[in-house]
């Protein structure tokens, strides 16, 4: 069988031979290789696409391999992974109209609220737990759009570090 | 055997520990570099004490402890205070100890400046010359040909710059993020470990004389941006002052907030964000158990590198013996560098 990998590499040097070198000594045989070291996504890293073939317990193996060597796959199969980011607002949440506030994070491209949980505090401030999926290096698109929002609302945010 | 003469500017608990810590370590440092130190002159706010035949580390700190003023200061106290006193007596380092101002950096700044106009080296734990002025300070000490280090500026003992400058040196800096304000570190963690509401730990903090009687220099993140300024400039090299850092404290941080947090395995804590493109102090959530997970006054730093990837220290944040030894570690490197 095939499988199709993007992966992000530091830019030093080593790093694609590192990457290489499990395909076949893992018994897995590699059909091809993108890799444009003078592009780099927002996370000062150069993605590299992979083709490789092979019986499904050695691609397993390879995969294991590139985590273990700590390499982030980015994509399997044309699927994007996800990451989870949690996030505490705080203010007049629910009367700075708490849907629209949710609507516009859903707007974000690759960002989806998959959990909600608020205090109310009376009249007070409320503070709201939110937590998001959003496709693997959308994060710092999603924290800056985040605080844009929170700006317009006078929330305060707090971020993951 | 070679003769370092300091005078110590600022008598308050840094001043304080430097003479204590001096005290103690006479002989390492005679034995780590070849040279005997005397302490010249000491000064307070109001007065000083001088004696070019050396004074008494103990009795620095006693009379001040007992009599409030260093002028009590038996035979060799004086009235004299502030700039003049670096004319009254030959000295080799200034040991700046003087409290922060983020105003206009005084006195430090004129005193610095005139330490290196004589020509002398200088050590200090201001951290108000450095955030408003870091550019005119560094570039006045190598115009001078002195040495000017400021390792205690920014974490107490915890060893931040020197180790960046000398121990990394074969890596870029990509970027630094730490707590670097242990006051604050010390209420998000007890407002944690407690459920506490912000007010009643800050009172119970300025009981302990962990937060001072006007906590805003730390609450309001004022202190740690100082510090976000002075690793910017020294460890990235980035020309920024204090008005270039965005600072959110944590006065608005509530038992609410960080009880939801913790549902999800995070804490909230003070973090300075030092990259190049950007400057913060704000709350942010850590990880439970990361490197960020330090509790009370700690301090910690994790810095994002090229070759060696990420690299974290952590140690206290203040404490008078604990700020002088990281004065010390710069008066001895100087030192050194002298034989």
Redesign the interface.
Known sequence: MRMDLVLEL?D?PGQLVSVLEPISGLGANLVTVIHKRDYKNEN?MVPVQLTMEGKQEDLKNVINRYEELGFSIIEIDGVIKKEKI???L?GHIVDRDLRDTMDKINAIEGVLIVGF?I?L?GED?????I?VEADFGKKQMFFKRLEEIAQEKEL?V???? | MDECKVIIMGFGAVGQGVADALFMKKELIKEKTGFEVKVVAAADSSSSAISAEGLDEKLLVDTKKNEGKLSAYPEFGSDKNGAEILDAVEYDCLIEATPTNIVDAEPALSLTFKAFEQGKDVVTSNKGHLALKFKDVVSAAEKAGVEFKYEASVGGSMPIINFVKDTLSSCDI?SI?GILNGTTNYILSRMTSEGSDYEDILKESQELGIAETDPTQDVEGIDAACKTVILANSLLGIDATYSDVKV?GIS???S??I???N??D?L??L?S?VSPDNLQV?????KKGSS?DVSGTLNMATVKT??ADEVSVIGLGAGSLETASAMLTDLISILKNKN
């Open positions: 530091l030093v000062g949690s996030t505490i705080f949980d205090k505090n401030k409320s503070t709201a737990l937590n305060l707090i971020n993951e570090v | 990509k993020n959110e608005k941080i509530t609410e907030a009880e939801l947090a549902k999800d995070y909230i804590k973090i964000e704000s709350p942010r959530l850590v960020y090229d070759l």
